[in-house]
Nanobody
Framework: QVQLVESGGGLVQAGESLRLSCAAS????????MRWYRQAPGKQRDLVAM???????DYADSVKGRFTISRDNAKNTVYLQMSSLKPEDTAVYLC??????????????WGQGTQVTVSS
C-alpha cells in the first residue's frame, strides 16, 4: 500500500509564510501527479495547486503569485510554499497523489490533512 503524510501546518498571522510537506511511502513504483487541496469548515474541497511528472504546474486563481508547489522525486515528497497568507487561506490542507505501485496498479491516494490557520 501507499501512505501520504502531511506536515508543516500551524497557526500564523496574516502576511506570514508556511511550508507544507507531503511524504509518500510504501510500494511506490512511480508517483504521477501530486496535488494540494484545501477544505474550510462547511465548504467544499478545492484544488489549490498541482504538479505533474513533466513539471507543469497549475494553481487556483486565489493563490497564484503567493503559493508555489514543488517536489523532490528522490524523497517522494511534494511541498507547498505559502507566502503572504491571508485569513481566507485558513483550512485543512490535504495532499493527493496518483501513484503507480510496484504491483503495477495505479490509483489515487489522500493524506490525512494538516490544519493551517491564519489570524488577522
Amino acid at each position: 500500500q501507499v501512505q501520504l503524510v502531511e506536515s508543516g501546518g500551524g497557526l500564523v498571522q496574516a502576511g506570514e509564510s508556511l511550508r507544507l510537506s507531503c511524504a509518500a511511502s510504501g510500494s511506490i513504483f512511480r508517483i504521477n501527479d501530486m496535488r494540494w487541496y484545501r477544505q474550510a469548515p462547511g465548504k467544499q474541497r478545492d484544488l489549490v495547486a498541482m504538479l505533474n511528472n513533466a513539471g507543469s504546474t497549475d494553481y487556483a486563481d486565489s493563490v497564484k503569485g503567493r503559493f508555489t508547489i514543488s517536489r523532490d522525486n528522490a524523497k517522494n515528497t511534494v511541498y507547498l510554499q505559502m507566502s503572504s497568507l491571508k485569513p481566507e487561506d485558513t483550512a485543512v490542507y490535504l495532499c493527493y497523489a496518483t501513484v503507480t505501485r510496484t504491483d503495477g496498479g495505479t490509483r489515487f491516494y489522500w493524506g490525512q490533512g494538516t490544519q493551517v490557520t491564519v489570524s488577522s
